[in-house]
Structures are given as structure tokens and as C-alpha cells.
């Protein structure tokens, strides 16, 4: 069974900074993902970045980027330059390959201080 | 294009009574999928469908729970009869192959409290 794992309940940065969050999962697949969605205050959840479990490099959106650790089962995201829009609760998600079945951790709330 | 739309947004009801949530995913996702969010926790799945047919409920308690995708487009899920426990956000995504493995977009949700 996959578990997905965010150790920190809460964090915050200055805007303009650059914030990580950390996260860690469990499977015993070999063929899998990695995503990170966003939740802002009352609206949709959207994914944020997406890496594949064969991929050694790291994903990169924009201002976000990953730093996978496959043998640690460690997958970080990184926010540069943040903005007060980055404000939300951050979800790491895991899926096996050739399932549709996402499981979620239980989310980090990102504040982002002016 | 347009995203997901769920109703109501917001629910109160008294334990015991029914409910129901509409979901219109987005035009072409073949897949849906109902999560149920409880507070402070990541969403878990409850139902998904492929077209009209659901190929994933293992995880929706079915003596109080039923959801239906008829002609593989719209999605009612319903509750009967509510209990305390089922106080949650119950949130609706679709997906399409096109887009990539694990890529949803879902809707607002729609958050339910149970007295």
C-alpha cells in the first residue's frame, strides 16, 4: 500500500523568499508519481508539479521545483521568490503506475508573511 | 474551458437525514472521481468512474453511501442517512488520459456539516 507522509503541519515565509516543503512516501512499486497540488482558501485544488518515479531529474515549474530522493522516498518542493498567492495548504500525492487511485498526505498550510 | 462545477457549495442537515451532491466535470473527462476531505486531512478517494461505470468504490461505505454517473457525464452522490462522522468537504474531479497520469481537476467542493 502507498502512504504519503508531510511531517510539517504549518509553515511560513517572507515574501520574496524561498520556502521547502517536505514530504515522504512509501510503495513497493517500482513504476510510480510524485505530485504536489495547491489548495487556496475556498477554491480548487490544482496540481502544481508532477514526477515520474523513473526520472532522475528533478521537476521543475516555474518558481517550484523538486528534489526527488528515490532511495529516501523523499520528495521535497521548493518555492522560490514567494508570493503572497502562494498562500494554501500544499499536498503531496502519490500514484502507482497503471492506477488512476492518487493517495494524498495530510497537508502542509503555507503562510506567506508581507 | 469551464472547470468543475459542484452544488450546493455549503449543506447543513440534522443527523439522519438525506443529501446529495451534483457534479459536472469538465466536457471530454471520461473519468470522475468523488474524495471526501475531513478536516485537516488530505482527500481520500470514495468512488471513480470510467464513463458510467464505476471501476473503483472499494473505499465508498455502501450501506449509507450511493453515487451514480448515468450517461457518463454528470455525477450525484448521495447520503442516507447522515451521521456526525460524515461532516466533511466531498470533492469532485475529472480527468482525461491526454493530460497525463494523475492529473484532476476538481471542483470547489462541497462541504458538509452533519448536527
Known amino acids: 500500500a502507498q502512504t504519503v507522509t508531510q511531517s510539517q503541519p504549518e509553515m511560513s515565509v517572507q515574501e520574496a523568499e524561498t520556502v521547502t516543503l517536505s514530504c515522504t512516501y512509501d510503495?513497493?512499486?517500482?513504476?510510480?508519481?510524485l505530485f504536489w497540488y495547491k489548495q487556496p482558501p475556498s477554491r480548487q485544488m490544482i496540481l502544481v508539479i508532477r514526477q515520474e518515479a523513473y526520472k532522475q531529474q528533478n521537476a521543475t515549474e516555474n518558481r517550484f521545483s523538486v528534489n526527488f530522493q528515490k532511495a529516501a522516498k523523499s520528495f521535497s518542493l521548493k518555492i522560490s521568490d514567494s508570493q503572497l498567492g502562494d498562500a494554501a495548504m500544499y499536498f503531496c500525492?502519490?500514484?502507482?503506475?497503471?492506477?488512476?487511485?492518487?493517495?494524498f498526505g495530510k497537508g502542509t498550510k503555507l503562510t506567506v508573511n508581507p | 474551458e469551464a472547470g468543475v462545477v459542484q452544488s450546493p457549495r455549503y449543506k447543513i442537515i440534522e443527523k439522519k437525514q438525506p443529501v446529495a451532491f451534483w457534479c459536472n466535470p469538465i466536457s471530454g473527462h471520461n473519468t470522475l472521481y468523488w474524495y471526501r476531505q475531513n478536516l485537516g486531512q488530505g482527500p481520500e478517494l470514495l468512488i471513480r468512474?470510467?464513463?458510467?461505470?464505476?471501476?473503483?468504490d472499494s473505499q465508498l461505505p455502501k450501506d449509507r453511501f450511493s453515487a451514480e454517473r448515468l450517461k457518463g457525464v454528470d455525477s450525484t452522490l448521495k447520503i442516507q442517512p447522515a451521521e456526525l462522522g460524515d461532516s466533511a468537504v466531498y470533492l469532485c474531479?475529472?480527468?482525461?488520459?491526454?493530460?497525463?497520469?494523475?492529473?484532476?481537476?476538481f471542483g470547489e467542493g462541497s462541504r458538509l456539516t452533519v448536527l
Open positions: 468512474y470510467e464513463n458510467e461505470e464505476a471501476v473503483d
Open positions: 510503495t513497493s512499486e517500482s513504476d510510480y508519481y
Open positions: 474531479a475529472s480527468s482525461s488520459r491526454d493530460r497525463g497520469p494523475g492529473e484532476l481537476f
Open positions: 500525492a502519490s500514484l502507482q503506475g497503471g492506477s488512476e487511485k492518487l493517495v
